[in-house]
């Protein structure tokens, strides 16, 4: 996994940096491996294995992925079916989390004056949150809240225009 050294980690005992988590890792833990032949030699990373919680987190992660994000309703043939299932399902589960923290930080449909989501918007948001070389993610959210709160405003005028009564 690419990082920068000041990314952030949620962690048990609370946010951390990358770089100060990387320090805490024992030098014998590190493992150089050649990951194939690049245009200017052997692509070769260090990689650690690190303990991470397990147990009822994980499971409940995976409970919560079924119910919520339909991992497990799928009937697939090949193991490319099956992993573009799982695939769109996890990134559905990280779609439904993200949301869920922006909820409860009020930020969402609870606003009158902003229409909720739609899918256009929904498959926007996505791919500007998934992209390699993406804004951060403050920015995604609030050109997303601008854009909505737009559209609410471009619908009044219409309904007013057309002679519909607005409640």
């Keep these: 996994m690419a990082i920068r050294c000041s990314d952030t980690f949620t962690m048990p005992a609370g946010e951390q940096r990358a770089d100060v988590?990387?320090?805490a890792v024992p030098s014998r833990a590190w493992q150089r491996i050649c990951t194939g032949a690049g245009a200017h030699g052997p692509r070769e990373f260090d990689w650690a294995r690190i303990p991470v919680q397990t147990g009822w987190r994980r499971e409940e992660c995976f409970q919560q992925a079924k119910g919520e994000a339909g991992l497990d309703h799928y009937q697939v043939r090949s193991w490319r079916a099956?992993?573009?299932r799982i695939t769109l399902s996890?990134?559905?589960l990280a779609w439904?989390?993200?949301?869920?923290?922006?909820?409860v930080k009020g930020v969402g449909t609870g606003d009158p004056g902003m229409i909720g989501y739609m899918l256009?918007?929904?498959?926007?948001?996505l791919v500007s949150l998934i992209q390699r070389h993406a804004l951060d993610h403050e920015t995604?959210?609030?050109w997303?809240?601008?854009r909505r709160r737009r559209q609410y405003q471009a619908?009044?005028?219409?309904?007013?225009?057309?002679?519909?009564l607005l409640t």
Excluded: D, K, T
Excluded at 96 to 103: D, G, H, M, P
Excluded at 155 to 164: E, I, K, L, P, S
């Design 120 to 125: 256009p918007e929904i498959r926007r948001l």
């Design 140 to 142: 995604v959210w609030s």
């Design 144 to 146: 997303s809240r601008w």
């Design 96 to 103: 439904l989390a993200a949301s869920r923290a922006q909820a």
């Design 90 to 92: 996890m990134l559905a």
């Design 21 to 23: 988590l990387i320090a």
């Design 82 to 84: 099956w992993y573009a």
């Design 155 to 164: 619908r009044q005028c219409h309904y007013r225009h057309r002679g519909y």
